[in-house]
C-alpha cells in the first residue's frame, strides 16, 4: 500500500442511500395512503418552485433498471426506506399487500444481484391518516409504528439481516415541529418536544418488534445526523454556546440510545419540555448492534441571545469551500467518528449519509464530469480510514445518494446523486464520481487520485 492508496478492511460494506418519498413517485397508486409530505407540498411556498415528489425518480416504475445500475457500479449494499404509508395507508389497520409486494420484490432482487439490502422504517414520510391524529406529538403514534415495524419484520425478515429505525429523528422533531420548514410544518416547541420523546420512544419499541418479528437473529441499529460543534471564537460565551448547541444536536440523541440516560445540561436550558422518563429511557436505550452516522458538515456556533433556549445560532465561516448548501469540512467527519467512540462505544459504526450537491450538468459527450464531488467523497473516506486505522470499529459507508432526486424543501434544485436524473425524460446517466466510487468498491481501497 502506498501513502495515496488507502485500502479498507476486508468485508467493507460499501453502499448508497435514498428515501422513499425522494425517489419513488407513484403517490396516488396500487393503494397507497397520503403521507404528510403529499400534504406539505401542496400548501403554496412550502417547497421550491412549489414541486413536490409526485413523480420524484419514478423508482416505483424503474426499480429494476435501478437495481440493475446498483449492480453495475459493484454496490454491496444498498440503503432505502419503505414508505409506512405504502404499507399501511392509514398508519395501522389494513396492510396494503400491494405496498408490501413492492418492497418484498425489490429485497429479492437485490439479493439476486449479491447487494444487501438496509431498510429504514422511517424516512419522515408520517401516513397523513396519523397526523390527523395528532402525529408525532401523540404517543399512540409510536405504538403504531412499533406495530408497522413488526408486519414488516415478520414479511421481510427471513431475507433482510440489517435494519434502521428511523432516519434522522431530529429533522423531523425540529424541522417539522419546530421551525416548520418540514412537514408537518409546525412551529411550537412544545410539539417539537413531545415529537422528539415519542419519536425516540418509537426507535426502541421498533427494535423490540423487529426482533420478535423476524424470526432470526437480524442487526438493528438507528441513523442520526450528527456534527462536530465549533465554537465561532475562544470568547467563553461561544465556547459555552457551542457545548449547548452540541446538546441538542448532538447529546440529545446519542445519550439516550446508547447511554439510556438524559443530558443534564439540557434539562436544566428546557426544563421538563424535552426530558423523557425513566421507564421511556430504558425503552429507548434497548440495545442496538449498529449507531448510523449521517455526515455533511460541521456546525460552527457563536453566542446568540436572540435565539430562544439554546441562544446559540451557526455562522459560516470566512475563506472555507461551500457545496451548493453547507460548508464542505472533511476533518469533521474523522473528529466525529472518534468522538462518538471515544464517548460511547457503539458495537459498530456505519456511515449511512455522506455526499454533496453540486451543479451537475449533462455534457455533450454524455457524461457528467462532477470532480468536485469526486473530491469530497474522496477526501471524506480518507477521514474515515484515519478513524478505521485508530481502532474506531466503522464497518460501511454509503454515499448520500444514489440518483439524483427530490430533495424535500430544496425541491429538485440539489443533485446529490452518483446518477444523474434528467426529470423531462427520467433517464439515468452514470456521473465520473459513480464511476469512481465503482472502481473503489472494486478495489477496497480508494482509487490513487480524482481520476476515473
Known sequence: MTADRLCFPEGFIWGTATSAYQIEGAWNEDGRGLSIWDTFCRQPGKIWQNQSGDIAADHYHRWKEDVGLMAELGLKAYRFSIAWPRVLPQGSGPVNVAGLDFYDRLVDALLEKGITPFPTLFHWDLPQALQDKGGWTKRETAERFAEYAGIVGKRLGDRVTYWITHNEPAVAALEGHYTGQHAPGIKNPLSAAWAYRHLMLSHGLAVQALRASAGRPIQVGITLNLSPVHPASDAPQDVKAARRYDGLLNRMFLDPVLRGTFPRDIEKIFGL?????????????????????????????????????????????????????????????????????????????????????????????????????????????????????????????????????????????????????DYDTLARTVKDSGRWYARAIQENALPPNATI
Not at 439554546?310 to 470566512?318: D, F, G, H, V
Not at 432526486?405 to 444523474?420: D, I, K, P, S, T
Open 273 to 421: 419540555l424535552f426530558k423523557v422518563n425513566q421507564e421511556d429511557l430504558r425503552t429507548i436505550a434497548t440495545p442496538i448492534d449498529f449507531l448510523g452516522v449521517n455526515y455533511y458538515t460541521r456546525s460552527v456556533v457563536r453566542h446568540d441571545p436572540n435565539v430562544p433556549f439554546i441562544q446559540a445560532s451557526e455562522i459560516r465561516p470566512e475563506g472555507s469551500e461551500y457545496s451548493e448548501m453547507w460548508e464542505i469540512y472533511p476533518p469533521g467527519i474523522y473528529e466525529l467518528l472518534t468522538r462518538i467512540w471515544t464517548d460511547y462505544k457503539p458495537a459498530n459504526i456505519l456511515v449511512t449519509e455522506n455526499g454533496v450537491p453540486v451543479p451537475d450538468v449533462l455534457e455533450p459527450d454524455g457524461r457528467v464530469h462532477d470532480v468536485r464531488r469526486i473530491a469530497y467523497l474522496r477526501d471524506h473516506l480518507i477521514q474515515v480510514h484515519r478513524a478505521i486505522s485508530e481502532g474506531v470499529p466503522v464497518r460501511g459507508y454509503f454515499v448520500w445518494s444514489l440518483l439524483d432526486n427530490f430533495e424535500w424543501a430544496l425541491g429538485y434544485r440539489m443533485r446529490f446523486g452518483l446518477v444523474y436524473v
